[in-house]
């Protein structure tokens, strides 16, 4: 038995090698032909390249684009649903999604909470120097920010002492109503009961009358807002007489913080040394200084928690005074939201409170009220 | 007239001489391979194969070597396409991929070993191929795995089997032919 090596069966192998002979007219012509296959061939990848750079570019740009659409439109609906101006369906939609992250946001069938933080309002607090008495002895006009019109009420409830001859409004300087929280400049002259204007802060009456209310600062009521208004009180009303009312600073209804006004001088017996009335709703009547003297029967109060409001028990009325049947007795005044209409006329023992604004129901229960603050002089 | 071997770049860039010596180096090649294995049109093989290189040559990577087994895979490829798609056109068993070709055969009388050819014969085509590329054409097995699409352990294997079924097949036929004799 023949024994085939493996290097010999290799050489064989490699001899049938056989390299059949071409045809040199055919071999030219196939090589150029395969020369110009190759040149486009390259001209193609080239072409490629460019065409892919082309189309990444495209790519990314359209990337971008709809982000940036996405992005703009995602924060355009969570805003529109923040808001809660989405049509219904969207955004309960939108508030169930996003409840489950624990964002609160409004269904379309929710009420507004009302206890948001009101928007304060521009003005708030300004007062006018006590020291400069305007020229103008109508109330409102001598304010620059006075308001053309608050609600007034033509249901104003006015009590009067009978035995005391009322005093006579004067009735080309109506006092209307003022915007919570602008600082009126001082009334020059108020008949007795007169409101001193809604929200004016009241600069020093100059001179009040028996019965007349040298009230500035009446915060508002009645007015949405009235809750913000700013009841600054009135400088120290130099004196006052008997059944003066030397309030100032009556707190806003609302929340308002009736701050009293400074200390009043002196107070004759029935005077009412009031400042601060804090009013109905929530505010904090704030006292005033201490009365330097109250005969009986006198009401040094100051920070009278007004009236019958739902919220009046939260008031800070700050009595503890001898309110002797004084201040703001009955919350004359006003329904609702009415800034205080004057008492006519007050005998002593009467509240010299005119213009106790807001008694009442002025602005219980808005929404913005509370932020107002009754600055004291 | 020898033409200096160029480089890949040069064919890349459409040099003349360069195709020039393409068609020199494996234009024969091819042509032989094809009808080793029985193409009726081995020339017709040859220009779709060098051709197929032209147009791919633009994004080829590698050196001589890979453009050689490059190559030979396309001439493979084409091969046996061509092939099954004749065999499509009869009636034959379905493991006829593993039935030795006739044509190889047919050829095999023709050469200077018909001992050798008729050994050949009784191997797989797939095997034939392996052989034929590795030991006739003298591509590496790496080149060769490369060629026929299989990974280089497996053709390693096969070449090692092929050879030892090639030399039993001789060391047979000898046998037998003492015997008669």
Redesign the interface.
């Given at each position: 038995?023949?024994?085939?090596s493996?290097r010999s069966?290799?050489s064989?192998?490699?001899?049938?090698?056989?390299?059949?002979?071409?045809n040199d007219v055919?071999?030219?012509d196939?090589?150029?032909?395969?020369?110009?296959?190759?040149?486009a061939?390259?001209f193609?990848?080239g072409a490629n390249k460019g065409r892919l750079r082309r189309k990444l570019v495209a790519a990314i740009g359209s990337i971008g684009v709809v982000g940036w659409i996405g992005v703009t439109g995602a924060a355009a609906s969570v805003g529109l649903a923040t808001t809660g101006n989405l049509p219904a369906p969207i955004q309960d939609a939108v508030s169930s999604v996003f409840e489950v992250v624990g964002i609160d946001i409004p269904a379309s069938n929710d009420e507004p909470d009302s206890n948001d933080e009101p928007t304060p309002l521009e003005g708030d607090g300004d007062s006018v120097d006590a020291s400069v008495p305007s020229d103008d002895s109508n109330p409102e006009a001598s304010s620059d920010s006075t308001p053309e019109s608050t609600p007034e009420s033509d249901d104003d409830i006015v009590l009067v002492d009978p035995s005391v001859p009322a005093i006579d409004v004067d009735e080309d300087n109506p006092v209307s109503s003022s915007r919570p929280g602008n600082s009126g400049s001082t009334p020059s002259v108020t008949a007795p009961g007169q409101s001193g204007g809604n929200g004016n802060s009241g600069n020093t009456p100059a001179a009040t009358a028996p019965g007349q209310s040298g009230n500035s600062g009446n915060g508002n009521s009645g007015n949405g807002n009235s809750g913000n208004g700013n009841g600054n009180s009135g400088t120290t009303p130099a004196a006052t007489a008997p059944g003066q009312s030397g309030n100032s600073g009556n707190g806003n209804s609302g929340n308002g913080n009736g701050n009293s006004g400074s200390t009043p001088a002196a107070t004759a017996p029935g005077q009412s040394g009031n400042s601060g009335n804090g009013d109905s709703g929530n505010g904090n009547g704030n006292s005033g200084s201490t009365p330097a003297a109250t005969a009986p029967g006198q009401s040094g109060n100051s920070g009278n928690g007004n009236s019958g409001n739902g919220n009046s028990g939260n008031g800070n009325g700050n009595s503890g005074n001898g309110n002797s049947g004084n201040g703001n007795s009955v919350n004359s005044n006003s329904v609702s939201g009415d800034s205080g209409t004057t008492p006519a006329m007050t005998t002593p023992g009467q509240s010299g409170n005119s213009g106790n604004g807001n008694s009442g129901n002025g602005n219980s229960g808005n929404g913005n009220s509370g932020n107002g603050r009754g600055n004291q002089d | 007239m020898a033409i200096r071997r160029p480089s890949i770049a040069d064919l890349k860039r459409g040099d003349p001489r360069a195709w020039r010596w393409f068609v020199n180096e494996f234009g024969p090649a091819v042509t032989g391979y094809a009808k080793k294995f029985g193409h009726p049109d081995p020339e017709e093989v040859t220009g779709s194969t060098l051709e197929t290189i032209a147009r791919r040559i633009a994004k080829f990577e590698g050196g001589h070597g890979e453009l050689r087994s490059f190559v030979f895979s396309i001439a493979h490829a084409r091969i046996v396409d061509d092939v099954r798609k004749r065999s499509r056109r009869q009636t034959v068993d379905i493991d006829w991929a593993n039935q030795p070709s006739a044509e190889y055969t047919d050829a095999a009388i023709e050469t200077s070993d018909p001992e050798l050819m008729a050994a050949l014969a009784d191997m797989p085509d797939e095997l034939k191929h392996m052989l034929h590329l590795r030991y006739v054409e003298g591509l590496s097995t790496k080149e060769t795995a490369r060629a026929i699409g299989k990974s280089e352990v497996a053709t390693r294997v096969a070449l090692s089997r092929g050879m030892a079924r090639l030399r039993e097949a001789i060391e047979s036929q000898r046998d037998q032919s003492e015997d008669e004799s």
């Amino acid at each position: 038995m023949s024994r085939v090596s493996r290097r010999s069966l290799v050489s064989r192998l490699e001899a049938l090698r056989v390299d059949e002979p071409m045809n040199d007219v055919f071999a030219d012509d196939l090589a150029a032909r395969l020369q110009s296959l190759a040149i486009a061939a390259s001209f193609e990848v080239g072409a490629n390249k460019g065409r892919l750079r082309r189309k990444l570019v495209a790519a990314i740009g359209s990337i971008g684009v709809v982000g940036w659409i996405g992005v703009t439109g995602a924060a355009a609906s969570v805003g529109l649903a923040t808001t809660g101006n989405l049509p219904a369906p969207i955004q309960d939609a939108v508030s169930s999604v996003f409840e489950v992250v624990g964002i609160d946001i409004p269904a379309s069938n929710d009420e507004p909470d009302s206890n948001d933080e009101p928007t304060p309002l521009e003005g708030d607090g300004d007062s006018v120097d006590a020291s400069v008495p305007s020229d103008d002895s109508n109330p409102e006009a001598s304010s620059d920010s006075t308001p053309e019109s608050t609600p007034e009420s033509d249901d104003d409830i006015v009590l009067v002492d009978p035995s005391v001859p009322a005093i006579d409004v004067d009735e080309d300087n109506p006092v209307s109503s003022s915007r919570p929280g602008n600082s009126g400049s001082t009334p020059s002259v108020t008949a007795p009961g007169q409101s001193g204007g809604n929200g004016n802060s009241g600069n020093t009456p100059a001179a009040t009358a028996p019965g007349q209310s040298g009230n500035s600062g009446n915060g508002n009521s009645g007015n949405g807002n009235s809750g913000n208004g700013n009841g600054n009180s009135g400088t120290t009303p130099a004196a006052t007489a008997p059944g003066q009312s030397g309030n100032s600073g009556n707190g806003n209804s609302g929340n308002g913080n009736g701050n009293s006004g400074s200390t009043p001088a002196a107070t004759a017996p029935g005077q009412s040394g009031n400042s601060g009335n804090g009013d109905s709703g929530n505010g904090n009547g704030n006292s005033g200084s201490t009365p330097a003297a109250t005969a009986p029967g006198q009401s040094g109060n100051s920070g009278n928690g007004n009236s019958g409001n739902g919220n009046s028990g939260n008031g800070n009325g700050n009595s503890g005074n001898g309110n002797s049947g004084n201040g703001n007795s009955v919350n004359s005044n006003s329904v609702s939201g009415d800034s205080g209409t004057t008492p006519a006329m007050t005998t002593p023992g009467q509240s010299g409170n005119s213009g106790n604004g807001n008694s009442g129901n002025g602005n219980s229960g808005n929404g913005n009220s509370g932020n107002g603050r009754g600055n004291q002089d | 007239m020898a033409i200096r071997r160029p480089s890949i770049a040069d064919l890349k860039r459409g040099d003349p001489r360069a195709w020039r010596w393409f068609v020199n180096e494996f234009g024969p090649a091819v042509t032989g391979y094809a009808k080793k294995f029985g193409h009726p049109d081995p020339e017709e093989v040859t220009g779709s194969t060098l051709e197929t290189i032209a147009r791919r040559i633009a994004k080829f990577e590698g050196g001589h070597g890979e453009l050689r087994s490059f190559v030979f895979s396309i001439a493979h490829a084409r091969i046996v396409d061509d092939v099954r798609k004749r065999s499509r056109r009869q009636t034959v068993d379905i493991d006829w991929a593993n039935q030795p070709s006739a044509e190889y055969t047919d050829a095999a009388i023709e050469t200077s070993d018909p001992e050798l050819m008729a050994a050949l014969a009784d191997m797989p085509d797939e095997l034939k191929h392996m052989l034929h590329l590795r030991y006739v054409e003298g591509l590496s097995t790496k080149e060769t795995a490369r060629a026929i699409g299989k990974s280089e352990v497996a053709t390693r294997v096969a070449l090692s089997r092929g050879m030892a079924r090639l030399r039993e097949a001789i060391e047979s036929q000898r046998d037998q032919s003492e015997d008669e004799s």
